[in-house]
């Protein structure tokens, strides 16, 4: 199995580098599902993998089922059997029917390789959707990969890179929104404090999740857990603290957390991703 960590180990040389570009040897869609929901919905996803090489490459999936216990040693692995040409892209439908039939929410890590069996950047996007009210088509989200070295550390709080922001979140008899959270550590068991605030800044309450390695955990209703509605509430997620399931690895320790919103219209069943999203500007030259 691949394994994360030594992925994370290179965000020592800036984050700021490639927080906005999307291709990497391992991208992580933060959220994948087949399974009912509210409101008489059924969600499923279908993946997207653009080769961006000049050479063919072949990709390997890995599941990592929602629940707050996480794994390590053990997300689901599929491979794939498809090779993908240069410049060509790969679709598949229905993404954990085809591959994980016995699980229905979760995060997927989607790994490039050449058929060498070495490294290969690659670019990936989804789409979670599910079938109108009236059966004419269907309502759905693009929710696009995140390359592995995007996500928010403690570390690097200086910098303004340990918290990730989410806004735009509505409850009320119109919309209601979902709140997911992914450690992305293989190494560390994290608490991650997600703050809720009102559009004036005033926190209206906090949610403490503890993930295991590579976990995932949705929360539907956020606000509705914590007893508010309205519309243009914001969350601020930062890992808390977290607990080093192998004490004795001299590397360094990376608390990584990635988090993501969806916002539903109660009516249509049509949601709106929001991504989240840091909240200072790159270190780069001026463009113009």
């Known amino acids: 199995m691949k394994r994360f ?73 599929a491979q794939v059997s498809q090779t993908i040409a240069a410049g060509n892209t790969f679709t598949i439908k229905d993404v954990l029917g085809t591959y994980f039939p016995t699980y229905q929410v979760g995060a997927l890590i989607v790994w490039g390789e050449n058929t060498a069996g070495e490294e290969a950047s690659i670019l990936v996007t989804s789409r979670t959707y599910t079938p109108d009210p009236e059966n004419k088509g269907t309502f759905g989200q693009g929710i696009p990969g995140i390359p592995w070295y995007y996500y928010a550390d403690e570390n690097y709080s200086e910098d303004g890179l340990d918290k990730l922001y989410l806004w735009g979140l509505d409850q009320n008899d119109k919309y209601r929104t979902n709140l997911g959270i992914l450690n992305i550590s293989d190494r560390l068991t994290e608490t991650i404090s997600i703050k809720v605030y009102s559009p004036s800044n ?15 955990y949705q929360i539907n209703g956020i606000l509705t857990q914590l007893g508010v509605e309205g519309e243009g509430y914001k969350a601020i997620i930062e890992v808390s603290s977290y607990v080093d399931n192998d004490p004795t690895n001299p590397d360094p320790i990376i608390p990584a957390v990635m988090a993501y919103a969806s916002k539903v219209d109660n009516g249509l069943n049509d949601p709106t991703y929001i991504e989240a999203a840091f909240s200072v500007m790159p270190d780069i030259d001026c463009i113009w």
């Open 202 to 216: 005033n926190l209206v309450g906090e949610i403490p999740v503890t993930l295991g390695p590579l976990a995932h």
């Open 5 to 77: 960590f030594i992925f994370l180990l290179f965000l020592s040389f800036g984050i700021f580098s490639f927080g906005f570009f999307r291709a990497a040897e391992a991208v992580i869609i933060p959220a994948v599902a087949k399974t009912s929901g509210a409101g008489g919905s059924f969600w499923q996803s279908d993946l997207f993998i653009f080769n961006p090489n000049s050479f063919p490459i072949k990709i390997t999936l890995q599941f990592i089922p929602s629940g707050t216990e996480g794994s390590a040693s053990n997300p689901i692995e």
